[in-house]
């Protein structure tokens, strides 16, 4: 017994020094481990590294990345060639379009001013010509480019929006639905701008123009491509004018546009429209 | 063809463009998307005098139809007026609106509907009924499709009388 306790002493004696310093060495590890874990403390921690490496970054992006993400790029716009030239080529047929038509318009008028200015015989003939209802001289330069053309015709009942009629070379759109949105489209310029006596005349879309001709209980429509020069417009007008007095202006039709015979309308509208676009050639 | 001119009126919410979309394509969808200004769709209905296109103007909701444009109303052959059933503000005032719109078009007929019938059981159906200004009104719902085909089967024979 005596020796049993004699060896613990010794034991004691001997180890005091090591204990002490194993349990120090857990308490540092406790406080590291609670450090590394504890997410406000790393964070307080590392947050000023991360923010220098940040701040570093910024300043340095193109010098540390720039060849990279530049022939990254390059790589991927080269391996997906076909998608980014599906999406670039419609914007960018749209904009040579639109641009050659509208640099046309420009050329017309120029050719116009400048012919004013030119003394010749030839001109002379042809202006004479231009004079008695013929198509400008810049009209007849112009239009061995680019000509206007008549997409479509609809006649349309003013307040309801129903469609009376309509000539089409080739239509997607359904025709009747066509009628409704252009009639509320009309509509809407003439409540928001509170002006009844004044009407919406022409609405254009890119390359498209869509012309209004107000009557009292219908209007026209005409959908015209291509660059609108003064001597298509007043054709387009006489024609529909025309087709007015002829067809729907008739004391038959007059009775009430309820009555009007859709298939006349229709019939009538190809024989008056289809030649338009032929007889500008 | 025969067409007409169908507006469809009532206030924001009420479910006009879903009724619209269940009778044209048997759809419904829980995502409220609000129209902007009006929108027109064509559907063809076979009445006993042959077939009828109803144009139909879906037009955004407004507090009253009064803030309407009066030319979107113009020329109408047709009225569809949809109510909420189950938001007393969607029909409180149905008296005056109805009335307006009786004033400014004038004989032509009027369906009033009350939609999303699915919400609500038999009982409270009976007590809205009874509190409308018109004994003839069409519960719907264009969740489910119950009564859209007929609601507008029935204004097409009312519109060709």
Do not use: C
């Amino acid at each position: 017994m005596a020796k049993d306790y004699l060896l613990e002493k010794l034991k004691e004696l001997l180890f005091e020094e090591q204990d002490a310093k194993t349990k120090e060495l857990l308490k540092r590890v406790d406080k590291v481990e609670q450090g590394l874990n504890v997410r406000q403390e790393l964070e307080s921690k590392i947050a000023p590294i991360l923010e220098d490496n940040t701040h570093y970054l910024q300043q340095n992006f193109n010098i540390l990345f720039g060849k990279t993400v530049t022939k990254t790029m390059k790589r991927q716009i080269e391996e997906s060639k076909d998608e980014v030239v599906e999406a670039l080529y419609p914007i960018i047929g749209r904009m040579i379009k639109k641009y050659v038509i509208k640099e046309f318009e420009l050329l017309s008028e120029r050719v116009d001013r400048q012919m004013e200015q030119v003394f010749s015989w030839d001109n002379w003939i042809i202006r004479v010509k231009s004079w008695f209802g013929g198509p400008s001289l810049a009209h007849v330069m112009a239009s061995r480019f680019v000509e206007p053309a008549l997409e479509e015709i609809f006649v349309i009942e003013q307040l309801s929006g129903l469609l009376l009629g309509s000539y089409s070379k080739e239509s997607a759109f359904d025709q009747d639905m066509m009628a409704g949105m252009m009639t509320a489209i009309k509509s809407f310029a003439q409540d928001a701008l509170s002006k009844e006596t004044q009407q919406l005349e022409i609405v254009e879309y890119e390359t498209y123009k869509l012309i209004i001709k107000d009557f009292s209980s219908f209007y026209v429509v005409a959908a015209v491509s291509g660059p609108l020069n003064p001597h298509f417009k007043n054709k387009l007008d006489d024609t529909i004018l025309a087709f007015v007095n002829r067809i729907i202006n008739t004391p038959t039709m007059k009775q009430g546009l309820v009555s009007l015979d859709k298939q006349v309308i229709v019939g009538n509208l190809e024989t008056y429209f289809s030649q338009i676009n032929d007889s500008e050639q | 063809m025969n067409s007409k001119k169908v507006i469809l009126l009532g206030k924001y919410g009420v479910g006009k463009t879903s009724l619209i979309r269940q009778f044209m394509h048997k759809e419904f969808s829980d995502a409220y998307l609000t129209t902007i200004g009006v929108k027109i769709e064509k559907k063809i209905v076979t009445t006993n005098e042959g077939p009828l296109a109803m144009i139909i103007w879906d037009i955004a909701g407004e507090s009253s139809h009064r803030k309407i444009p009066p030319s979107y109303k113009l020329g109408s052959q047709g009225i569809i007026y949809v109510f909420d059933l189950s938001r007393l503000s969607t029909y409180e005032a149905l008296d005056r609106e109805l009335s307006d719109l009786k004033t400014l078009l004038p004989n032509v007929p009027i369906s009033l509907v009350g939609n999303k019938k699915d919400l609500l059981n038999e009982k409270d159906l009976d007590t809205i009924a009874a509190k409308l200004p018109l004994v003839d009104v069409t519960f719907i719902s264009a969740r489910t499709g119950e009564n859209v085909e007929k609601l507008f089967h029935d204004l097409a024979l009312a519109m060709v009388r």
